[in-house]
């Protein structure tokens, strides 16, 4: 099994940051790519990509929080980080992880975690 666990989430006022973070374990092959999604305002859309990135280093962000958000990858810990800057309400969401990749014994494997809740007062 594979176990996605988030933290990091919580109360921060509009301007502030916060830190996610985000550690994959258990029976894990290889890692191509993680990241961070968050519901999706959008009618019809189940989430919204917020950052990823895979295992070589290359990285995408939402046209809305890019040069405020920084998606980090530490390759040893199986662990992604979200470091995010400048927050607005708007960024009011809960934030889920995924990682994405093959199983142990082979098998694509795509895992999301519970998610965490960021709330920006304004």
């Known amino acids: 099994q594979v176990q996605v666990e988030e933290s990091g989430g919580g109360l921060v006022q509009a301007g502030g940051s916060l830190r996610l973070s985000c550690v994959a374990s258990g029976t894990i092959g290889s890692i191509d790519a993680m990241g961070w999604y968050r519901q999706a305002q959008a009618p019809g859309k189940k989430r919204e990509l917020v950052?990823?990135?895979?295992?070589?280093?290359?990285?995408d962000y939402a046209d809305s929080v890019k040069g405020r958000f920084t998606i980090s990858f530490d390759n040893a810990e199986n662990t992604v980080y979200l470091q995010m800057n400048s927050l607005k309400p708007e960024d009011t969401n809960v934030y889920s992880c995924v990682v994405r990749g093959s199983k142990w014994l082979g098998g694509y494997l795509e895992r999301w975690g519970q998610g965490t809740l960021v709330t920006v007062s304004s």
């Open positions: 950052a990823i990135i895979t295992n070589r280093g290359s990285v």
